[in-house]
């Protein structure tokens, strides 16, 4: 049970996490793999026959030796490429092998390298031939599916949805046009703040037992290590020495057990991603506190948390079979990370923050950018040098000076000022920008096959941050600069390949619920901006927003936005006109995704039909102006006052993609295997189930959002009449009414401006 004694980590397989399929196209397939001891590992990727059944002839292979993260974490992405120039299509299933050289010489296979005396039989296929398999996108819009998620908390009420794309593969596992292509997880991969004490419990020793010394956090009483900073008991640290504000406004307990330490990060990773690394059992509460509410909450965390390990095997045998890309959100670091300019001042210019946001972006540099965007990790290039400085720092115990700096730079943490200690700020097109190296690593990228383009945003480390205003200022999400370097030049770029359909990936959402919206202005006007994340989402700062969207529409017929962020899935469909009127209109799709596992009270409860019965979505709409970049919400009382309606440049309408009635998922995979034993319905109460009224679908089947743990499906239908397609997200989920029951709701919108609510708009316009 104890995972910080060496003996624990010997009798653990060589592969500790994945693999993990990433970055892939036609020329190169990327698969990371974190190891307990240096390798050279090596990958093949085969076509096969038979739908998938027989494997043929080697296409792509590389090799790669690890990175040395810690004394038992070893880290490598492999890209494979082929020797004489073929490519992979894409209506072939393809599988792939991996086989790895020790230092001693000793060569294991994929299957030896998976499996130990705690683990002897792991299967990370579908097939009989027991190696993962993949298909890239197809050549046609309407066979895409792309599946889209975001924040998974570990100890999150509920069942945790990412194990549905398991069974999703497995359905569809020999069918290369239904099978799914791809999977976009949009932010809060891992949870920094917010942790159970028992998951700190597991990644703290953790941590330290992969690294093999203990690293010593800054502090102004003198240095502490991890384990000096137990679980539930670094609130005050975390909020006065770090700076981080989840703690504040009576929520001490968002911040009780931090992860702090680049080893608690990287233990992170591990345990979020596989089932090898968790012990046997945790300790009883009564070991940790004596306190009767603190122990029920450590009972309730280890069970959630339990659930969450009962289906990681899932989990990684999914993550291994789909091209998987990401980018991160605030909680891969910290709750409110560059929220706005008082929060940079705040964690930034204090020594224990800067080490935090430091370390955690090291973690996700390896272990999400470097599986992302493989080119930028060569030899040479800044991903390179960034795992160098991270294999001395490691090397050195965490005392190389230049190591340290050289992490810094790379992963873009700003100077500080020498004389005020506070971080440098640049003052760029009247916003300030965090100061970075020139060699900082680019989060954003984009993708592309051959029937659509994906956009992945940074919208995290190039706000902009208004300098006319006071520092808890809602910030562009994107500044200037960053909004055409991300945006505008990458869809200039590919403004002739008109074939592409353009997806956007914002982490945050562009577009959200009304209240939301009522809510983030009222919190701001109080100036309680951390209480509720104000100025973390688009429709709180106009200006960017309306850049934003004159951005896309102006370069874009057709767009979809994935995003997370909020804990629910919803879908809504932006339309977009010139004024004067135009035949050139634009639409964008919004979906959203989340959350995989941190469903809540709230979240249930707009699941329902309550929330449309309290306080519907309806129609919204805006007129825009280009300069300077602004728009104005267009109600009745509006229309009447013309002084603020004067020249308008464009005018679009919002409108609430309603949900269709729940559906079950008819699979061949048993349902049961999804929820561990120990939380099953208990037959002998089922009598009272008929007196849970609020379970009854009827008041269940809410028509706006899924409000519970999800996993959406984004594919699309070609009509027959039109020659339109039609955008569908089907948002997975497990039905509140049987524990074992898989279903999903349908989001469907035609992939077009709504033309009648545009000349709607206009008409009564001219009239007043």
């Known amino acids: 049970m104890n995972n910080q004694s060496e003996g624990f980590l010997e009798d653990l397989p060589l592969i500790l996490a994945g693999p993990l399929l990433q970055h892939t196209e036609s020329k190169s397939v990327t698969v990371m793999v974190a190891l307990k001891q240096p390798c050279q590992g090596e990958l093949k990727v085969y076509e096969t026959t038979n739908n998938g059944e027989r494997l043929g002839n080697c296409l792509l292979e590389g090799r790669h030796f690890t990175v040395a993260l810690g004394k038992y974490l070893h880290i490598v992405a492999i890209t494979a490429v082929s020797p004489v120039g073929n490519s992979l299509t894409s209506d072939r299933i393809y599988a792939y092998d991996l086989q790895f050289t020790c230092a001693d010489q000793t060569l294991l296979t994929l299957e030896q390298a998976l499996s130990s005396n705690r683990f002897p039989q792991v299967s990370i296929s579908y097939f009989e031939h027991q190696k993962p398999t993949f298909v890239l996108p197809p ?82 009483q003198g240095d502490r290590t991890p384990k000096e900073l137990p679980p539930g008991e670094r609130a005050e640290v975390a909020t006065e020495e770090a700076g981080f504000t989840a703690g504040l406004h009576k929520k001490p307990e968002k911040i009780s057990s931090h992860l702090l330490s680049l080893g608690e990060y990287y233990a992170a990773y591990l345990l979020a991603w596989s089932p090898v690394c968790w012990p046997d059992a945790f300790p009883p509460g009564q070991w940790v506190t004596s306190d009767r509410q603190t122990l029920k909450t450590w009972d309730q965390e280890v069970a959630d948390l339990r659930q969450l390990i009962h289906t990681l095997g899932k989990v990684r045998r999914a993550l291994a079979n789909i091209p998987m890309y990401t980018i991160f959100d605030d909680h891969d ?137 006071k520092p808890i200022a809602p910030p562009m999400l994107l500044s200037p600069r960053a909004m055409k370097q991300q945006l505008l030049q990458r869809l200039q770029k590919t403004a002739d390949n008109q074939h592409l359909t353009t997806f956007v990936i914002a982490p945050t959402n562009v577009f959200g619920l009304k209240v939301i919206d009522w809510i983030h202005h009222w919190q701001l006007k109080r100036e309680k901006v951390f209480s509720t994340d104000v100025g973390d989402s688009w429709n709180i700062h106009f200006e960017a927003l309306a850049k934003l969207l004159t951005t896309l529409c102006e370069q874009r017929q057709q767009v979809i936005i994935l995003s997370g962020d909020i804990h629910y899935s919803c879908a809504a469909r932006f339309s977009y006109g010139s004024i004067p009127h135009s035949p050139q209109q634009s639409v964008i799709v919004q979906l959203t995704a989340s959350a995989l596992k941190n469903e809540e009270i709230l979240t249930r409860l707009i699941h329902t039909r309550l929330k449309q019965w309290l ?78 009224f609020w379970q009854y679908p009827w008041f269940q089947d809410g028509r706006e959002v899924v409000g519970v743990n999800n996993l959406a499906l984004v594919h699309f239908e070609l009509s027959d009449t039109s020659n339109a397609y039609t955008v569908i997200q089907d948002t997975y989920w497990f039905s509140s009414t049987s524990s074992t029951q898989i279903v999903y709701s349908r989001f469907a919108t035609k992939f077009q401006p709504n033309q009648y609510l545009l000349d709607e708009f206009l008409i009564v316009g001219s009239r007043e």
């Open 615 to 692: 306080l519907p979505e309806k129609v919204r709409r805006w007129l825009g102006w280009n300069q300077p970049p602004n728009m104005l919400e267009v109600t009745a009382k509006h229309l009447h006052r013309r002084q603020a309606l004067t020249n308008p440049n464009w005018h679009c309408v919002l409108e609430w993609i309603p949900r269709q009635r729940i559906q079950n998922f008819h699979s061949q995979v048993d349902m049961s295997t999804f929820v561990a034993p120990w939380n099953r319905k208990n037959a002998r109460w089922q009598w009272l189930q008929p007196l849970k």
């Open 333 to 469: 670091v910290s709750d409110d990370w560059n929220l706005n300019q008082a929060w940079c001042l705040r964690v930034l210019g204090k020594p224990l923050g800067r080490r935090t946001v430091q370390n955690a972006l090291l973690a996700y540099s390896v272990f999400q950018a470097w599986g992302n965007t493989p080119e930028q990790f060569t030899v040479g290039r800044s991903g390179g040098k960034l795992l160098a400085a991270a294999e001395n720092w490691s090397a050195s115990a965490g005392k190389d000076v230049a190591a340290d700096q050289a992490i810094a730079n790379y992963v873009g943490m700003p100077n500080c000022n020498p004389h005020t200690g506070l971080p440098n700020f640049v003052l760029e097109d009247g916003v300030f920008i965090l100061e970075r190296h020139p060699e900082t690593l680019t989060w954003d990228y984009t993708i592309k096959s051959n029937c659509h383009e994906v956009i992945v945003l940074d919208t995290r480390t190039w706000r902009g941050y208004p300098a006319d205003q």
């Open 139 to 220: 050549d046609c819009l309407e066979d895409l599916h792309i599946i889209h998620a975001s924040c998974r908390k570990p100890h999150g009420h509920g069942i945790d949805a990412l194990p549905l794309l398991d069974a999703l593969i497995a359905s569809a596992a020999n069918q290369p046009h239904s099978r799914p292509h791809q999977l976009f997880l949009t932010g809060d991969q891992i949870y920094g703040d917010d942790v159970a004490a028992p998951f700190l419990w597991v990644a703290s020793h953790l941590g330290d037992a992969l690294l093999g010394w203990e690293e010593q956090l800054p502090l102004s």
